[in-house]
Protein backbone atom coordinates (compact mmCIF):
# COMPACT_ATOMS: atom_id res chain seq x y z
CA UNK A 1 0.00 0.00 0.00
CA UNK A 2 1.18 3.29 -0.67
CA UNK A 3 0.09 6.54 1.19
CA UNK A 4 0.14 10.07 -0.53
CA UNK A 5 0.30 12.05 3.39
CA UNK A 6 3.04 14.01 4.09
CA UNK A 7 5.65 13.82 6.63
CA UNK A 8 5.65 16.90 8.43
CA UNK A 9 7.61 15.87 11.82
CA UNK A 10 3.95 16.33 14.07
CA UNK A 11 3.06 13.37 16.33
CA UNK A 12 -0.02 12.06 15.59
CA UNK A 13 -1.85 9.02 17.09
CA UNK A 14 -2.90 6.38 14.59
CA UNK A 15 -6.30 7.56 14.93
CA UNK A 16 -5.24 11.10 13.60
CA UNK A 17 -3.06 10.29 10.63
CA UNK A 18 -5.62 10.23 8.30
CA UNK A 19 -8.03 12.46 9.61
CA UNK A 20 -8.38 16.19 7.59
CA UNK A 21 -5.51 18.33 7.69
CA UNK A 22 -6.21 21.32 9.39
CA UNK A 23 -4.40 24.12 7.34
CA UNK A 24 -4.73 26.54 10.31
CA UNK A 25 -3.64 24.34 13.21
CA UNK A 26 -1.67 21.53 12.03
CA UNK A 27 -1.23 19.46 15.01
CA UNK A 28 -5.23 19.01 15.17
CA UNK A 29 -5.71 17.69 11.94
CA UNK A 30 -4.36 14.62 9.85
CA UNK A 31 -0.82 14.79 7.68
CA UNK A 32 -1.48 16.64 4.45
CA UNK A 33 -1.94 14.95 1.13
CA UNK A 34 1.02 15.51 -1.48
CA UNK A 35 -2.02 16.34 -3.97
CA UNK A 36 -3.54 19.03 -2.41
CA UNK A 37 -3.84 22.14 -3.93
CA UNK A 38 -3.12 20.65 -7.67
CA UNK A 39 -4.84 19.67 -10.55
CA UNK A 40 -6.18 17.04 -12.13
CA UNK A 41 -3.21 17.13 -14.67
CA UNK A 42 -0.54 17.58 -11.90
CA UNK A 43 -1.49 14.73 -10.05
CA UNK A 44 -2.03 12.24 -12.98
CA UNK A 45 1.55 13.37 -13.67
CA UNK A 46 2.98 12.81 -10.16
CA UNK A 47 1.16 9.86 -9.90
CA UNK A 48 3.24 8.84 -13.23
CA UNK A 49 6.17 9.80 -11.77
CA UNK A 50 5.92 7.91 -8.71
CA UNK A 51 5.20 4.57 -10.44
CA UNK A 52 7.97 4.98 -12.53
CA UNK A 53 10.40 4.97 -9.56
CA UNK A 54 8.83 2.54 -8.21
CA UNK A 55 9.36 0.44 -10.80
CA UNK A 56 12.57 1.42 -11.01
CA UNK A 57 13.19 0.51 -7.17
CA UNK A 58 11.73 -2.98 -7.38
CA UNK A 59 13.64 -4.04 -10.47
CA UNK A 60 17.01 -2.83 -9.03
CA UNK A 61 16.10 -5.00 -6.04
CA UNK A 62 15.12 -8.09 -8.52
CA UNK A 63 18.36 -7.99 -10.10
CA UNK A 64 20.51 -7.68 -7.44
CA UNK A 65 18.69 -10.98 -5.91
CA UNK A 66 18.57 -12.77 -9.32
CA UNK A 67 15.23 -12.72 -10.08
CA UNK A 68 14.32 -13.04 -13.88
CA UNK A 69 11.12 -11.52 -13.23
CA UNK A 70 10.57 -7.25 -14.02
CA UNK A 71 7.66 -4.94 -13.49
CA UNK A 72 6.68 -2.54 -15.71
CA UNK A 73 4.84 0.63 -14.73
CA UNK A 74 3.42 1.61 -17.92
CA UNK A 75 -0.25 0.43 -19.20
CA UNK A 76 -0.18 -2.52 -22.53
CA UNK A 77 -1.10 -0.66 -24.79
CA UNK A 78 1.89 1.47 -24.11
CA UNK A 79 4.04 -1.39 -23.73
CA UNK A 80 2.62 -2.18 -26.86
CA UNK A 81 0.93 -5.70 -25.93
CA UNK A 82 -2.31 -7.25 -27.28
CA UNK A 83 -4.23 -8.75 -24.87
CA UNK A 84 -7.39 -7.56 -22.65
CA UNK A 85 -6.09 -6.18 -18.99
CA UNK A 86 -7.12 -8.57 -16.37
CA UNK A 87 -10.02 -7.20 -14.05
CA UNK A 88 -9.23 -6.25 -10.51
CA UNK A 89 -10.15 -8.63 -7.91
CA UNK A 90 -9.94 -6.79 -4.63
CA UNK A 91 -9.02 -7.90 -1.22
CA UNK A 92 -12.11 -10.15 -0.11
CA UNK A 93 -11.90 -12.12 -3.68
CA UNK A 94 -8.05 -12.86 -3.52
CA UNK A 95 -8.55 -13.72 0.49
CA UNK A 96 -11.18 -16.24 -0.38
CA UNK A 97 -10.01 -17.51 -3.33
CA UNK A 98 -12.76 -16.85 -5.28
CA UNK A 99 -14.02 -18.35 -8.73
CA UNK A 100 -12.82 -14.90 -10.15
CA UNK A 101 -9.35 -15.34 -8.82
CA UNK A 102 -9.11 -19.01 -9.61
CA UNK A 103 -9.62 -17.60 -13.28
CA UNK A 104 -7.05 -15.17 -13.39
CA UNK A 105 -4.13 -17.27 -12.12
CA UNK A 106 -5.60 -19.88 -14.69
CA UNK A 107 -5.11 -17.13 -17.34
CA UNK A 108 -1.74 -16.49 -15.80
CA UNK A 109 -0.27 -19.99 -15.77
CA UNK A 110 -1.52 -20.50 -19.20
CA UNK A 111 0.26 -17.51 -20.41
CA UNK A 112 3.50 -18.46 -18.87
CA UNK A 113 3.08 -21.39 -20.26
CA UNK A 114 2.04 -20.48 -23.95
CA UNK A 115 5.57 -18.16 -24.16
CA UNK A 116 7.52 -20.55 -22.86
CA UNK A 117 6.55 -23.32 -25.24
CA UNK A 118 6.08 -21.08 -28.06
CA UNK A 119 9.73 -19.96 -27.86
CA UNK A 120 11.23 -23.92 -27.78
CA UNK A 121 9.24 -24.08 -31.05
CA UNK A 122 10.40 -20.83 -32.45
CA UNK A 123 14.17 -22.17 -31.73
CA UNK A 124 13.46 -25.73 -33.07
CA UNK A 125 11.43 -24.45 -36.13
CA UNK A 126 14.41 -22.43 -36.87
CA UNK A 127 16.92 -24.95 -37.17
CA UNK A 128 14.68 -26.68 -38.92
CA UNK A 129 14.26 -23.95 -41.75
CA UNK A 130 17.86 -23.46 -41.61
CA UNK A 131 18.72 -27.27 -42.00
CA UNK A 132 16.03 -27.08 -44.82
CA UNK A 133 17.49 -24.17 -46.87
CA UNK A 134 21.24 -26.44 -46.19
CA UNK A 135 19.92 -29.49 -47.92
CA UNK A 136 18.13 -27.43 -50.47
CA UNK A 137 21.10 -25.49 -51.57
CA UNK A 138 23.20 -28.55 -51.26
CA UNK A 139 21.19 -30.44 -53.70
CA UNK A 140 21.55 -27.54 -55.92
CA UNK A 141 25.52 -27.76 -56.13
CA UNK A 142 25.33 -31.55 -56.88
CA UNK A 143 23.14 -31.52 -59.79
CA UNK A 144 24.85 -28.12 -61.25
CA UNK A 145 27.81 -29.72 -63.18
CA UNK A 146 31.29 -28.85 -61.64
CA UNK A 147 34.46 -28.97 -62.88
CA UNK A 148 36.76 -32.34 -62.69
CA UNK A 149 38.99 -32.23 -59.03
CA UNK A 150 42.02 -33.04 -59.00
CA UNK A 151 42.58 -36.48 -57.62
CA UNK A 152 42.84 -37.04 -53.88
CA UNK A 153 45.17 -39.89 -52.50
CA UNK A 154 43.49 -42.39 -50.89
CA UNK A 155 45.01 -42.14 -47.32
CA UNK A 156 43.65 -38.68 -47.39
CA UNK A 157 40.08 -39.38 -48.54
CA UNK A 158 40.05 -42.36 -45.98
CA UNK A 159 41.07 -39.73 -43.29
CA UNK A 160 38.82 -37.02 -44.30
CA UNK A 161 36.17 -39.85 -44.33
CA UNK A 162 36.80 -40.65 -40.69
CA UNK A 163 37.16 -37.30 -39.73
CA UNK A 164 33.19 -36.93 -41.12
CA UNK A 165 32.48 -40.09 -39.40
CA UNK A 166 33.00 -38.69 -36.17
CA UNK A 167 31.71 -35.67 -36.94
CA UNK A 168 28.35 -37.58 -37.64
CA UNK A 169 28.80 -39.50 -34.40
CA UNK A 170 29.25 -36.72 -32.02
CA UNK A 171 26.32 -34.75 -34.06
CA UNK A 172 24.07 -37.30 -33.53
CA UNK A 173 24.68 -37.59 -29.63
CA UNK A 174 24.24 -33.91 -29.49
CA UNK A 175 20.71 -34.13 -31.29
CA UNK A 176 19.67 -36.76 -28.99
CA UNK A 177 20.84 -34.90 -25.72
CA UNK A 178 18.51 -31.89 -26.82
CA UNK A 179 15.93 -34.19 -27.57
CA UNK A 180 15.96 -35.76 -24.36
CA UNK A 181 16.41 -32.27 -22.67
CA UNK A 182 13.09 -31.17 -24.46
CA UNK A 183 10.99 -34.10 -23.57
CA UNK A 184 12.23 -33.27 -19.77
CA UNK A 185 10.89 -30.03 -20.15
CA UNK A 186 7.59 -30.88 -21.17
CA UNK A 187 7.11 -33.74 -18.74
CA UNK A 188 3.49 -33.78 -17.84
CA UNK A 189 2.30 -30.43 -19.68
CA UNK A 190 0.29 -32.13 -22.87
CA UNK A 191 -1.77 -34.00 -20.10
CA UNK A 192 -1.90 -30.52 -17.88
CA UNK A 193 -3.39 -28.65 -21.00
CA UNK A 194 -5.57 -31.14 -21.90
CA UNK A 195 -7.15 -30.97 -18.23
CA UNK A 196 -7.49 -27.27 -18.38
CA UNK A 197 -9.31 -26.97 -21.55
CA UNK A 198 -11.89 -30.23 -20.59
CA UNK A 199 -11.87 -28.04 -17.71
CA UNK A 200 -12.90 -24.73 -19.27
CA UNK A 201 -15.47 -26.67 -21.43
CA UNK A 202 -17.86 -28.10 -18.97
CA UNK A 203 -17.41 -24.70 -17.50
CA UNK A 204 -19.07 -23.29 -20.86
CA UNK A 205 -21.58 -26.05 -20.59
CA UNK A 206 -22.51 -25.57 -17.28
CA UNK A 207 -23.09 -21.92 -17.65
CA UNK A 208 -26.48 -21.24 -17.98
CA UNK A 209 -28.41 -18.86 -20.40
CA UNK A 210 -30.21 -15.68 -18.26
CA UNK A 211 -33.98 -16.49 -18.88
CA UNK A 212 -36.83 -14.58 -20.59
CA UNK A 213 -37.11 -11.94 -17.99
CA UNK A 214 -33.29 -11.55 -17.34
CA UNK A 215 -32.74 -7.54 -17.04
CA UNK A 216 -30.37 -6.48 -19.69
CA UNK A 217 -27.27 -6.40 -17.14
CA UNK A 218 -27.53 -9.98 -16.81
CA UNK A 219 -27.75 -10.46 -20.34
CA UNK A 220 -24.24 -8.36 -20.78
CA UNK A 221 -22.77 -10.56 -17.96
CA UNK A 222 -23.62 -13.83 -19.45
CA UNK A 223 -22.62 -12.56 -23.29
CA UNK A 224 -19.12 -11.22 -21.36
CA UNK A 225 -18.54 -14.46 -19.40
CA UNK A 226 -18.92 -16.57 -22.43
CA UNK A 227 -17.62 -14.95 -24.83
CA UNK A 228 -14.45 -14.65 -22.14
CA UNK A 229 -14.63 -18.35 -21.94
CA UNK A 230 -14.63 -18.94 -25.59
CA UNK A 231 -10.94 -17.18 -25.16
CA UNK A 232 -9.56 -18.89 -22.85
CA UNK A 233 -10.43 -21.95 -24.44
CA UNK A 234 -9.13 -21.11 -27.94
CA UNK A 235 -5.38 -20.17 -25.93
CA UNK A 236 -5.84 -23.36 -24.47
CA UNK A 237 -6.25 -25.57 -27.43
CA UNK A 238 -3.47 -23.48 -28.97
CA UNK A 239 -1.03 -24.29 -26.32
CA UNK A 240 -1.77 -27.96 -26.18
CA UNK A 241 -1.39 -28.12 -29.55
CA UNK A 242 2.13 -26.51 -29.81
CA UNK A 243 2.92 -28.97 -26.67
CA UNK A 244 1.89 -32.16 -28.60
CA UNK A 245 4.32 -30.61 -31.86
CA UNK A 246 7.08 -29.80 -29.03
CA UNK A 247 6.94 -33.42 -28.10
CA UNK A 248 6.67 -34.87 -31.30
CA UNK A 249 9.86 -32.71 -32.43
CA UNK A 250 11.83 -33.94 -29.11
CA UNK A 251 11.22 -37.73 -30.11
CA UNK A 252 11.99 -37.34 -33.65
CA UNK A 253 15.69 -35.77 -32.54
CA UNK A 254 15.73 -39.00 -30.50
CA UNK A 255 14.91 -41.64 -32.25
CA UNK A 256 15.18 -40.49 -35.85
CA UNK A 257 18.39 -37.77 -35.44
CA UNK A 258 19.79 -38.93 -39.00
CA UNK A 259 18.31 -35.85 -40.98
CA UNK A 260 19.23 -33.27 -38.80
CA UNK A 261 22.55 -34.57 -38.37
CA UNK A 262 23.36 -34.06 -41.36
CA UNK A 263 22.34 -31.03 -42.45
CA UNK A 264 23.91 -29.99 -39.37
CA UNK A 265 27.28 -30.82 -40.36
CA UNK A 266 26.91 -29.52 -43.59
CA UNK A 267 26.18 -26.25 -42.40
CA UNK A 268 29.27 -26.47 -39.65
CA UNK A 269 31.44 -28.20 -42.37
CA UNK A 270 29.92 -27.56 -45.77
CA UNK A 271 33.40 -28.56 -47.75
CA UNK A 272 34.09 -31.53 -45.98
CA UNK A 273 30.41 -32.72 -46.31
CA UNK A 274 29.71 -31.75 -49.87
CA UNK A 275 33.24 -34.21 -50.46
CA UNK A 276 32.71 -36.96 -48.22
CA UNK A 277 29.11 -37.52 -48.87
CA UNK A 278 29.54 -39.48 -52.28
CA UNK A 279 31.80 -41.27 -50.24
CA UNK A 280 29.70 -42.46 -47.49
CA UNK A 281 27.88 -44.41 -49.51
CA UNK A 282 30.51 -46.53 -50.47
CA UNK A 283 30.57 -49.48 -48.20
CA UNK A 284 34.17 -50.60 -49.11
CA UNK A 285 35.52 -46.38 -47.93
CA UNK A 286 33.34 -46.78 -44.99
CA UNK A 287 34.67 -49.86 -43.69
CA UNK A 288 38.32 -48.26 -44.50
CA UNK A 289 37.21 -45.04 -42.57
CA UNK A 290 35.91 -46.98 -39.68
CA UNK A 291 38.87 -49.23 -39.44
CA UNK A 292 41.23 -46.20 -39.19
CA UNK A 293 39.19 -44.57 -36.22
CA UNK A 294 39.35 -47.35 -34.22
CA UNK A 295 43.36 -47.67 -35.18
CA UNK A 296 43.57 -43.36 -34.06
CA UNK A 297 41.38 -44.57 -30.87
CA UNK A 298 43.84 -47.56 -30.09
CA UNK A 299 46.58 -44.52 -30.77
CA UNK A 300 45.15 -42.27 -28.87
CA UNK A 301 45.12 -44.89 -25.68
CA UNK A 302 48.94 -45.95 -26.07
CA UNK A 303 49.45 -42.15 -25.95
CA UNK A 304 47.48 -41.42 -22.65
CA UNK A 305 49.79 -44.32 -21.26
CA UNK A 306 53.18 -42.24 -22.15
CA UNK A 307 51.46 -38.93 -21.00
CA UNK A 308 50.89 -41.13 -17.38
CA UNK A 309 54.17 -42.05 -17.01
CA UNK A 310 55.43 -38.77 -18.07
CA UNK A 311 53.54 -36.99 -15.70
CA UNK A 312 54.69 -39.70 -13.23
CA UNK A 313 58.14 -38.93 -13.59
CA UNK A 314 57.05 -35.10 -13.38
CA UNK A 315 55.48 -35.04 -9.96
CA UNK A 316 58.26 -37.40 -8.38
CA UNK A 317 60.73 -35.04 -9.69
CA UNK A 318 58.10 -31.79 -8.07
CA UNK A 319 58.45 -33.67 -4.64
CA UNK A 320 62.31 -35.25 -4.94
CA UNK A 321 61.04 -38.53 -4.39
CA UNK A 322 63.26 -41.68 -3.54
CA UNK A 323 65.69 -41.80 -6.44
CA UNK A 324 64.84 -38.51 -7.99
CA UNK A 325 66.98 -36.09 -6.47
CA UNK A 326 69.76 -34.42 -8.18
CA UNK A 327 71.72 -37.42 -7.36
CA UNK A 328 69.47 -39.90 -7.71
CA UNK A 329 69.24 -43.34 -9.70
CA UNK A 330 66.24 -42.58 -11.48
CA UNK A 331 66.51 -39.13 -12.25
CA UNK A 332 69.64 -39.45 -13.52
CA UNK A 333 68.65 -42.67 -15.98
CA UNK A 334 66.34 -40.12 -17.47
CA UNK A 335 67.27 -38.87 -21.37
CA UNK A 336 68.35 -35.23 -21.38
CA UNK A 337 64.75 -34.45 -23.49
CA UNK A 338 62.92 -36.18 -21.19
CA UNK A 339 64.55 -34.41 -18.11
CA UNK A 340 63.88 -30.77 -19.94
CA UNK A 341 60.17 -31.63 -20.73
CA UNK A 342 60.23 -32.64 -16.74
CA UNK A 343 61.80 -29.62 -15.53
CA UNK A 344 59.87 -27.28 -17.87
CA UNK A 345 56.33 -28.91 -16.66
CA UNK A 346 57.02 -28.75 -13.58
CA UNK A 347 57.75 -24.76 -13.67
CA UNK A 348 54.45 -24.59 -15.81
CA UNK A 349 51.42 -23.34 -12.83
CA UNK A 350 48.66 -25.84 -11.87
CA UNK A 351 46.25 -24.42 -14.06
CA UNK A 352 48.31 -24.56 -16.91
CA UNK A 353 49.70 -27.72 -16.87
CA UNK A 354 46.51 -30.23 -18.06
CA UNK A 355 46.97 -27.38 -21.03
CA UNK A 356 50.58 -28.15 -22.07
CA UNK A 357 49.88 -31.99 -21.54
CA UNK A 358 46.80 -31.89 -24.13
CA UNK A 359 48.84 -29.93 -26.51
CA UNK A 360 51.40 -32.82 -26.29
CA UNK A 361 48.90 -35.23 -26.84
CA UNK A 362 47.87 -33.35 -30.15
CA UNK A 363 51.30 -33.07 -31.47
CA UNK A 364 51.97 -36.58 -30.98
CA UNK A 365 48.14 -37.68 -32.60
CA UNK A 366 49.86 -35.27 -35.63
CA UNK A 367 52.92 -36.87 -35.52
CA UNK A 368 53.30 -40.83 -34.92
CA UNK A 369 57.02 -40.94 -35.06
CA UNK A 370 57.00 -37.98 -32.25
CA UNK A 371 54.85 -40.28 -30.27
CA UNK A 372 57.15 -43.62 -30.96
CA UNK A 373 60.26 -41.93 -29.94
CA UNK A 374 58.65 -40.33 -26.84
CA UNK A 375 57.64 -43.93 -26.19
CA UNK A 376 60.41 -45.48 -26.42
CA UNK A 377 62.80 -42.92 -24.59
CA UNK A 378 60.09 -43.42 -22.04
CA UNK A 379 59.63 -47.01 -21.87
CA UNK A 380 63.62 -47.54 -21.92
CA UNK A 381 63.35 -45.64 -18.41
CA UNK A 382 60.56 -47.81 -16.62
CA UNK A 383 62.72 -50.88 -17.80
CA UNK A 384 65.70 -49.48 -16.25
CA UNK A 385 63.77 -48.76 -13.06
CA UNK A 386 62.00 -52.22 -13.24
CA UNK A 387 65.91 -54.50 -13.66
CA UNK A 388 67.49 -52.24 -11.22
CA UNK A 389 64.45 -53.05 -8.53
CA UNK A 390 64.80 -57.20 -9.56
CA UNK A 391 68.53 -56.97 -8.47
Known amino acids: MYSERILDGIERPRE ?7 GKSPEKGGCKKASGGKTKDENVEALLVTRER ?6 EHLARYSHDARVD ?17 GQAQVQTQSPAMERVLAARADRTLAV ?11 RVDRLKALSQAFIGKMTRKAAPAPAVPLADRIDELADYLALISAERARAVEWGKRLEESLEGVPERNAKHTASLKREADQLKPPGRFATSRTRQQFEERMGALKQEIGIAEAAEQKALKSLALSREFQFK ?5 VAAIKKDHPGLAERMLPLSGDPEMVALATQRLGERAQAGRKID ?4 NFRMHASKRAIKAHGYGDQGEQWAALPELIKKMVVDFNRLPQAQRPIEIDRIRQHMLRSPEAAKNFSEQVGRVAGNIKNELNR
Open 16 to 22: QFFKRYN
Open 54 to 59: WARVQN
Open 73 to 89: HRSLKDQGIDREPECHL
Open 116 to 126: TIQKAIEAAQR
Open 257 to 261: PGPHV
Open 305 to 308: EILR
